[in-house]
């Protein structure tokens, strides 16, 4: 089963997909590239939002969604949000609402700047709470790290570690992210596809380079554990 664990495809609630009818060419390109399940992952900024009017407009979108398109019975899209990280989020009351469907994992945008150790005890308090961070696109940390111990232990934590799609069609980063797979360092892809043109779903592109970089295998046990993490196996 194939899953695009990093999307902004609901219409309207972020700088993702502006309206329904983006929505469902998307999704029409999602299956044509053999995508089974979208994670629609709107971004959460708690500087800027409340977590319950949040939660209200992307069920919304979705049910816009839900209404507009068949296509949506042959894929479905299940529901959570793209966390950025702020000072706190680890104590935060009621984060785990913005956990991905009905599991305990939440995507987990990283801040954009050089870490030290509090944004990883952070990470930690949120482990403490069984709520299992996705780092979200941890390939576009790496060069805002001046500490480079920094990513390393962050891997070593117990995360999941989400790369986009679109680092495989980079050269200067195809290799580096596929050696992370190989290694089990990096686990799930996402398209981030935010439109139909600017940033698109792209999963296929970045998963037949992955595997001609890392093997078939490595794409096996993506979709696998993809399957595990959300429930979907026992389906």
Not at 68 to 93: K, N, T
Not at 190 to 196: F, R
Not at 210 to 220: I, N
Request: aromatic share 6%.
């Amino acid at each position: 089963m194939v899953i695009d664990f990093h999307s902004h495809i609901l219409p309207g609630i972020d700088d993702g997909s502006r309206n329904l009818e983006t929505t469902c060419k998307m999704l029409e390109t999602a299956a044509k590239q053999g995508i089974d399940v979208m994670v629609a992952t709107p971004h959460f900024y708690a500087d800027r939002m409340r977590i319950d009017p949040f939660l209200n407009n992307r069920e919304e979108a979705y049910q816009k969604v839900m209404e507009c398109s068949e296509r949506v019975e042959q894929l479905p899209i299940i529901c959570g949000s793209e966390v950025a990280y702020f000072h706190g989020i680890g104590g935060a009351e009621e984060i785990d609402k913005l956990c991905i469907g009905d599991t305990r994992l939440m995507l987990l945008e990283m801040p954009f700047r050089p870490w030290s150790g509090k944004e990883l005890d952070e990470v930690g308090r949120l482990l403490d709470r069984n709520i299992v961070p996705v780092i979200a696109h941890l390939e576009r940390f790496f060069s805002f790290q001046k500490d480079k111990k920094m990513i390393p232990e962050l891997m070593e934590m117990p995360v999941y570690i989400q790369i986009n799609a679109e680092a495989f069609l980079d050269w200067r980063t195809r290799r580096k992210m596929a050696k992370l797979f190989q290694n089990g360092d990096a686990h799930l892809l996402g398209s981030d596809a935010h439109s139909l043109n600017r940033r698109p779903v792209n999963l296929a592109e970045g998963r037949r380079v992955l595997e001609k970089k890392a093997g078939r295998e490595v794409l096996t046990e993506i979709d696998q554990l993809g399957e595990k993490l959300l429930g979907l196996s026992h389906r």
